[in-house]
Structure formats: structure tokens, C-alpha cells
């Protein structure tokens, strides 16, 4: 899997001097740490709108800073929403598939998503898209990427966004194995088992956030990231709640 884009989709900030363009990069990577420390350690109501109002204000800041809307894969909408909407469909019935074979049934208990119908509905069709998903894609393959490939170029810039990526869910990831029965089956609760989970979810999510980069440039639009990333959110929620009713946990 290679990434490569037409040349009217590569950013060329003509006269910006590239110790300015290392700036931005610093501002960016620090303006994310400081969302995603708000994200999971203050109080419910800034935990609530941290990522969101954080992705706003740093696109925001691109746009101050020059950057068109192609670098931020906000152009070509319609493309790019018609491969989110081919990735999400085959996503779900690829989890959908996943979640049938008994043998992986317990990968699936999440306690999160897995006892009230309404709850994990809400969170499949609201919280996870507005609070998770959009956010992110802006954060990440848009305001991020578009910094970074100014500054790196495209492939570097695919690397260091996907470990930045990965490196942003060690917090969300601390109690992975604490609310998943099948994970902390698999590697206990302890101390070790937190471990292994913060570090299968970092492994994993890097993994997904080159997807989700190649997607983009694929599409030249964020949406399709943002089709596959519900898709992979939102389905696995849901089958968490499937089999959580079907195997009577």
C-alpha cells in the first residue's frame, strides 16, 4: 500500500521559511497533547467538549496560517463521501462477520456498549461520531497531516501522523482490559494486563491511522477516513451490544 496524490493535491506553501513551517508543527503536536490530557483528565464537562472545540480551534489555526482546504481534505466532499460510505458499509459486515464466530464472542464484552440498548444507540449515532470520529479525522488527517507534509513531505508525514495517532490513545486505553472481559480474559486486569492492553490499542490505532491517511489520499477528502473510522467504532459497539444480549452476560 503506497501513498501517492496528484500534484494539485500536495501543499506548497510558496516564501514560508521552513523554520516557520517547523513552528507549526511544534504548535500542532503541542495543542494536541493539551486536548487530549483535557480529554481524560478534568472535569465531565471538559472532557466532554475538549476534542471538539480542540479541533475547531486548530483548524482555525491553519487557516490563519495559510493552509488551503485541499491540505486539509476538505475539498472534493462528494468523492470522498462516496469511499467513506463503500469502507463503512464493508466494515460493518466485516465485524458483523467477526462477531458471529463464537470463538471471538468475548472480544466483544465491553461493559461500555454492552448492557443498555439506548446508551450504546445514542453513542453509535451521536457521541461517537460528534465527540470521536469527526474530530479526530480534522485533528488528525487534516490539520496534522496537512502541518506535518508541509514541513516533511508525504510519506514522513504518513509515518509521524499514524505514531502520533496510536500514541493518542495511551489514555483512553488505560482501562481497556478493566471494562473488556474478553481482554482482560486473555491478559488479565492486573498491572500487566493494563500494559498489554495500552499497548495493543497504541499498535492497533497506529496501524488503523495509516489506513485512514492512505484513505485520504486516495479520496483527497477526510470523509472517507471518516466513514471508515465510525465504521470501525460504531459497528464494533454495536456488536458488542449483540453479543453481550445473545450470550447473556
Not at 10 to 37: I, K, Q, Y
Not at 65 to 81: I, S, V
Not at 171 to 189: I, R, Y
Not at 212 to 225: D, E, K, T
Amino acid at each position: 500500500m503506497t501513498l501517492t496524490s496528484p500534484p494539485s493535491a500536495l501543499p506548497s506553501p510558496v516564501g514560508t521559511p521552513s523554520r516557520w513551517l517547523l513552528v507549526d508543527v511544534a504548535a500542532v503536536v503541542g495543542a494536541l497533547a493539551a486536548v487530549n490530557v483535557t480529554a481524560h483528565f478534568s472535569s465531565d464537562t471538559m472532557q466532554l467538549v475538549a476534542v471538539p472545540v480542540g479541533a475547531l480551534a486548530l483548524l482555525a489555526y491553519a487557516r490563519l496560517r495559510g493552509m488551503r482546504w485541499h491540505e486539509l481534505g476538505l475539498r472534493e466532499l462528494r468523492r470522498g463521501a462516496r469511499w467513506g460510505g463503500v469502507v463503512a458499509g464493508v466494515t460493518v459486515a466485516a465485524v458483523a462477520a467477526v462477531a458471529l464466530i463464537p470463538a471471538l464472542q468475548p472480544a466483544f464484552l465491553n461493559e461500555r456498549y454492552g448492557v443498555n440498548v439506548g446508551a450504546t444507540l445514542l453513542a453509535v449515532l451521536v457521541i461517537i461520531p460528534l465527540q470521536t470520529v469527526i474530530p479526530e479525522e480534522i485533528l488528525f488527517r487534516g490539520v496534522l497531516h496537512g502541518t506535518l507534509s508541509r514541513r516533511f513531505g508525504l510519506k514522513s508525514a504518513a509515518v509521524i501522523g499514524s505514531i502520533l495517532f496510536g500514541l493518542w490513545h495511551i489514555a483512553s486505553s488505560l482501562s481497556l482490559t478493566a471494562g473488556n472481559k474478553g481482554f482482560s480474559g486473555a491478559v488479565g486486569s492486573g498491572s500487566v494486563g493494563q500494559i498489554l492492553g495500552v499497548l495493543g490499542a497504541v499498535a492497533a490505532t497506529t496501524v488503523a491511522g495509516f489506513a485512514f491517511i492512505w484513505l485520504r489520499h486516495r479520496s483527497r477528502s477526510i470523509l472517507a477516513p471518516i466513514g471508515l473510522h465510525w465504521a470501525l467504532n460504531g459497528a464494533g459497539a454495536l456488536a458488542a451490544l449483540a453479543v453481550w444480549h445473545v450470550t447473556s452476560h
